[in-house]
């Protein structure tokens, strides 16, 4: 009899550390907080080049650029995206094809040192969205870039400032995991502001007024 | 005896006329404008329109057709999407496609562009539009596992349903030489009885061969 009363409370005691076990497990998996870093290739723009020098400025903020998700229940910290690296990669590849030749600049003090420049351009980052399935009831992971870009002479007076916005979505059926889904929806949304920065930046009427006077086009 | 031989007479009638129910139904239609030939040495490519918020087609889909048109002695060279698009980029993208053939004449201005499709040898653009809905999903399926073992139970059924067309562009004439468009409809059956039984329709799966056979005929200009 004591013997099944030991056994009883052995039985017991494993049961409640069981349970503890897995609820220990449900809350960590509940709160946990995921780092995607945005990882991608981008072709380089079928398009001729301007016979323009170019300088390119990448301040802190825009190569390291990160946005935080938050969760929309407990207001914690849900993912965290960085994406700075792949954006500098991304204009690595974009602005060679559009420019002749292009000087990396790590102020705009550096401009005085190199006589050739034509015109420097900053881009920053304004705003971020992610959209998850999860959240939007939608089948797609979305991804939402609101860019501010700053063209100036090499003695800093400005040419051109302007806004342009990247948008990508990639199919939840595509990806099993939420960071492979929200990496593709990225890499889309850069590609499409390649794309649409590629095609129309001497549009641009401040540019293309610019353009225009120097004789360009 | 008896009644076991009319049981297992009953189960073989119920198995065959859930088969037959989860068959496909699938509708090709083909509208030509222009006669259509591929020589040797020329190729096509074709491209999932994307540009849609609610749905994009599927690059598995796109992959599908272009492997049904290449296959068989009678194959046409298909020129893989994502080579193409980034040969190609920006001017395929998303949001800076030619929607209509009337901007086909803006991209063949480019003469960077015009090199480009002509390294490639393409001779028509196919773009595949459409999607696959899943709707009228009812059933429940139960599964549990214990230590003598473990087994589901329940019955789940759904339809599916897939519209795709696919616009052919000559590069040669900039204009449309005609649509083929692909509708098809199943309903899918997943009884469990310890085992789940799959009954799928192979609703995008016929599309694609439909479409695929279809087109090859059309740009072959056999039919």
Known sequence: ?217 | MKHHTLSIKAACLICFLIILSACTTTEIDQFRQSDTEIHEGESIVILGRRQSNAYETELDFVECVGNVVASGSDGINVIPESTFLDAMFPFFEPRTAPMRTDHLAQLMAQDIAVEKLEEFGIEYIVWLDGQTQRSGESGSISCAVGPGGGGCFGFGTWTDDSNFEAEIWDMDTLTSAGAISADANGQSYLPALILPIPLLARVESNVCSGMGKQLKSFLNGSV
């Not at chain 1, 080049?49 to 998700?69: A, C, Q, V």
């Not at chain 1, 700075?84 to 005085?112: C, K, M, R, W």
């Not at chain 1, 991804?143 to 990639?170: H, Q």
């Not at chain 1, 593709?184 to 293309?208: M, Q, Y």
Request: net charge negative; glycine share 6%.
């Open chain 1, 1 to 217: 009899m004591i013997g099944s009363t030991h056994n009883l409370k052995q039985l017991f005691g494993r049961f409640r550390i069981s349970a503890l076990l897995i609820l220990c497990s449900t809350l960590i998996s509940c709160s946990s907080l995921s780092t995607i870093t945005i990882e991608g290739s981008y072709p380089s723009p079928l398009i001729s080049p301007l016979p323009l020098t170019l300088g390119i400025i990448y301040n802190d903020t825009f190569s390291t650029y990160s946005f935080t998700e938050l969760d929309e229940y407990s207001g914690e910290d849900q993912y965290i995206i960085n994406s700075g690296s792949s954006q500098v990669a991304l204009f690595n590849t974009i602005l060679p094809a559009v420019f002749s030749e292009v000087i990396y600049l790590n102020s705009a003090d550096e401009a005085a040192d190199y006589p050739d420049l034509d015109m420097v351009f900053e881009p920053t980052i304004e705003e971020f969205q992610i959209g998850l399935p999860q959240k939007t009831r939608l089948d797609v992971y979305e991804i939402w870039v609101k860019y501010n870009m700053r063209l100036s002479a090499p003695d800093g007076n400005s040419i051109a400032d302007w806004v342009m916005t990247a948008y990508g979505k990639s199919p939840q059926s595509n990806f099993g995991s939420v960071d492979a889904g929200v990496n593709e929806a990225a890499v889309e949304a850069f590609r499409d502001l390649a794309a649409t920065f590629s095609l129309g930046f001497t549009s641009i009427p401040e540019v293309n007024a610019w353009l225009q006077i120097n004789n360009v086009l």
